[in-house]
């Protein structure tokens, strides 16, 4: 399959699924590729025999497309992005976290005005002189994408607590949080360096928060109100 993910070419085997997640991103085969995922380098062997094969070919076809992302300036994040007037907010943190719960109590006050667009791995690049966050079709089991770039305003890590805490995060910080939620396999320099040259930009150019809360209203309103004012305040 020919598709368009992340402004860039990519080939997709249509195997194990990926035809079906993929089909809100296919585009006419008349570019070079600028990536392409090559399905006789999946490793079944290194996953649970458990595993399904579709998992296997899900997991394996993002590894690939990421592999390829950074040497174009972008990253993959585990997170929930969510897109409210104009701008992509993200939620991260380690698996039970609340990322997509807190995303769904965004759309609770926010209604319709607030459209979950990626709820795993949306993609980050810069381009024309600003990041922004796209929807990819490595979109987690329920598949909540959307195909679109939006104009992104700040990434929020989520922890849980006993009360609703949120605190700008300085660059050491961000980067040790975003290594740990991104595809952190990266060990040589070959893949790391320009990573953390993406990272280092994105921490000067986008807020960071960490968010310590309950999964209530009142959280979502905090995050909203503090990530959305940093952002005007930035002129993203």
């Not at 989520?158 to 290594?179: A, P, T, Y």
Request: aromatic letters at 10%; proline letters at 4%.
């Amino acid at each position: 399959m020919f598709c368009r993910v992340a402004n860039l070419y990519v080939e997709v085997p249509a195997v194990g699924g990926m035809d079906s997640r993929c089909k809100d991103y296919l585009c006419e085969e008349d570019h070079i590729a600028d990536i392409v995922i090559d399905a006789g380098q999946y490793r079944p062997e290194v996953y649970p025999e458990s595993l399904s094969e579709e998992s296997v070919v899900y997991l394996e076809s993002g590894w690939q497309f990421y592999a390829k992302l950074i040497e174009f300036g972008g990253l993959m994040l585990h997170a929930s992005a969510v897109e409210l007037d104009g701008r992509a907010y993200l939620f991260s943190g380690p698996s039970g976290m609340g990322k997509s719960t807190h995303t769904r109590l965004w759309q609770q006050i926010f209604g319709a005005e607030a459209q979950v667009f990626n709820d795993d791995k949306p993609a980050l690049r810069r381009e024309d002189g600003r990041w922004y966050a796209y929807g990819t079709p490595w979109c987690g089991k329920d598949g909540i994408n959307q195909n679109k770039r939006v104009p992104l305003a700040g990434i929020c890590f989520l922890k849980r607590g006993r009360e609703n805490v949120i605190r700008c995060l300085g660059e050491k910080d961000v980067i040790g949080h975003v290594l740990y939620q991104t595809l952190h396999q990266f060990r040589t320099a070959e893949r790391l360096a320009p990573l953390l040259d993406s990272l280092g930009q994105l921490v000067r150019e986008i807020p960071v928060f960490e968010l310590e809360n309950l999964p209530e209203e009142a959280a979502a309103r905090l995050s909203y109100e503090t990530m959305s004012r940093a952002a005007k305040e930035m002129g993203l």
